[in-house]
């Protein structure tokens, strides 16, 4: 209760927010929905509580803003006091987000990033950039000792962009993806540790690549049905600015399926591979096992892929419990996943339907795997 009430107080002060309520007409329940579509200065106030084990435990805050027409609020405001869901069908609408993390262990960030659609999503763009001192630790294959690795510091920008285009009226859309990443490294190593594979301290990479997607999700921000299936092809190559000639595929897919009006089950699996005639890469040019619960790094390869699914219980419609587990794998060679020695990590959360209009949901997980444990504020599902 003390939480939500130092929230409002904080958003009470924002100019021209004085006759919006927080409070949603339909339930009684508190609701930012009539915040962020009626003020102009109106936002999202997400808390960052970091306990990625890889950076160490810090926090810090995200500021989320929802841009729309006055057309497009009013439409949505008006199925919004008709239906208890109405409003979280139509279009996502443009979205920025603006904030910044720290941690104990010296690791600092700051980041902004926009995603806009077009002519009825007929055209997506979205731009991801930041700034920051990332320290991390790094350790190689998953065979390697996990509890003892090489701590990097990188230091530096990094730029993501995706522009795609929608084939007629179907799902697929296809386009263009560029990632640009300069950093400088400085080694933080125990004596006697071996660190030759880490030659360039001030690396480059850049790419260019061509991406591919089916997406017929509900939603953007919580889908509950439907699915995204995604491939990426980026070609990191030293004229296009970088120090490396590299490639990296990335295939992924996501898929909801509604088993009742309260229930939802959800599919993920990840596929990255990285191939390259370079004696050696950066090290965070490796892909990983992306899994809540083990630390990002801790297992890499050339060949990474990771499988999770999760369910979703809708207790109340304020209200969503979950629990999901996941496996993962990383080789130096692609026919070796899932045969040996593979990572697995599990977790519950809950997430409360802060925005009815726009069907956003807020929460937090709590994950488990054989050498960490963590817990996220997360948007979304999770996925």
Same mark, same amino acid.
């Given at each position: 209760?003390?939480?939500?009430?130092?929230?409002?107080?904080?958003?009470?002060?924002?100019?021209?927010?004085?006759?919006?309520?927080?409070?949603?007409?339909?339930?009684?329940?508190?609701?930012?929905?009539?915040?962020?579509?009626?003020?102009?200065?109106?936002?999202?106030?997400?808390?960052?509580?970091?306990?990625?084990?890889?950076?160490?435990?810090?926090?810090?805050?995200?500021?989320?803003?929802?841009?729309?027409?006055?057309?497009?609020?009013?439409?949505?405001?008006?199925?919004?006091?008709?239906?208890?869901?109405?409003?979280?069908?139509?279009?996502?609408?443009?979205?920025?987000?603006?904030?910044?993390?720290?941690?104990?262990?010296?690791?600092?960030?700051?980041?902004?990033?926009?995603?806009?659609?077009?002519?009825?999503?007929?055209?997506?763009?979205?731009?991801?950039?930041?700034?920051?001192?990332?320290?991390?630790?790094?350790?190689?294959?998953?065979?390697?000792?996990?509890?003892?690795?090489?701590?990097?510091?990188?230091?530096?920008?990094?730029?993501?962009?995706?522009?795609?285009?929608?084939?007629?009226?179907?799902?697929?859309?296809?386009?263009?993806?560029?990632?640009?990443?300069?950093?400088?490294?400085?080694?933080?190593?125990?004596?006697?540790?071996?660190?030759?594979?880490?030659?360039?301290?001030?690396?480059?990479?850049?790419?260019?690549?061509?991406?591919?997607?089916?997406?017929?999700?509900?939603?953007?921000?919580?889908?509950?049905?439907?699915?995204?299936?995604?491939?990426?092809?980026? =070609? @990191? &190559?030293?004229?296009?600015?970088?120090? +490396?000639?590299?490639?990296?595929?990335? #295939?992924? *897919?996501?898929? /909801?399926?509604?088993?009742?009006?309260?229930?939802?089950?959800?599919?993920?699996?990840?596929?990255?591979?990285?191939?390259?005639?370079?004696?050696?890469?950066?090290?965070?040019?490796?892909?990983?096992?992306?899994?809540?619960?083990?630390?990002?790094?801790?297992?890499?390869?050339?060949?990474?892929?990771?499988?999770?699914?999760?369910?979703?219980?809708?207790?109340?419609?304020?209200?969503?419990?979950?629990?999901?587990?996941?496996?993962?794998?990383?080789?130096?060679?692609?026919?070796? =996943? @899932? &045969?040996?020695?593979?990572?697995?990590? +599990?977790?519950?959360?809950?997430?409360? #339907?802060? *925005?009815?209009? /726009?069907?956003?949901?807020?929460?937090?997980?709590?994950?488990?795997?054989?050498?960490?444990?963590?817990?996220?504020?997360?948007?979304?599902?999770?996925?």
């Amino acid at each position: 209760m003390t939480a939500r009430c130092l929230l409002l107080a904080l958003l009470a002060c924002s100019p021209g927010s004085q006759a919006i309520s927080f409070f949603d007409p339909m339930d009684g329940q508190f609701d930012m929905g009539e915040y962020l579509a009626n003020n102009a200065y109106g936002f999202l106030p997400v808390p960052i509580l970091v306990t990625e084990p890889a950076v160490g435990y810090g926090g810090g805050l995200a500021g989320l803003f929802l841009h729309e027409s006055e057309a497009q609020k009013e439409q949505r405001r008006q199925l919004a006091e008709t239906s208890v869901k109405g409003g979280a069908q139509l279009l996502t609408p443009a979205l920025t987000v603006v904030g910044g993390l720290a941690t104990d262990n010296d690791t600092w960030i700051t980041f902004a990033g926009h995603r806009r659609s077009w002519q009825q999503d007929a055209i997506r763009y979205t731009l991801m950039g930041g700034y920051g001192d990332v320290h991390m630790t790094f350790y190689g294959p998953k065979d390697s000792d996990k509890n003892r690795g090489v701590t990097l510091a990188m230091e530096g920008p990094g730029l993501v962009q995706k522009l795609q285009f929608r084939v007629g009226e179907s799902a697929l859309l296809l386009g263009l993806s560029q990632k640009l990443f300069a950093a400088d490294f400085t080694l933080d190593v125990a004596p006697g540790q071996v660190v030759g594979d880490f030659i360039n301290l001030s690396p480059t990479v850049s790419s260019l690549g061509l991406l591919a997607e089916l997406d017929t999700k509900n939603s953007f921000l919580f889908p509950t049905d439907g699915y995204q299936y995604t491939a990426e092809y980026l =070609l @990191f &190559r030293q004229a296009l600015g970088g120090d +490396y000639d590299f490639d990296a595929l990335t #295939l992924s *897919a996501i898929h /909801y399926w509604p088993l009742d009006k309260r229930w939802t089950l959800g599919f993920k699996g990840v596929y990255k591979s990285v191939t390259t005639d370079e004696v050696r890469l950066p090290a965070p040019a490796y892909p990983d096992i992306d899994l809540r619960g083990i630390a990002r790094n801790r297992y890499q390869g050339n060949y990474t892929a990771a499988i999770e699914t999760q369910m979703m219980w809708e207790v109340t419609p304020r209200w969503l419990t979950s629990a999901f587990a996941g496996l993962g794998s990383a080789t130096a060679k692609g026919q070796d =996943l @899932f &045969r040996e020695d593979n990572a697995f990590a +599990y977790g519950v959360g809950f997430r409360y #339907l802060i *925005a009815r209009r /726009y069907g956003l949901r807020t929460g937090i997980d709590v994950a488990f795997s054989e050498f960490d444990d963590a817990f996220y504020f997360t948007v979304g599902t999770g996925f």
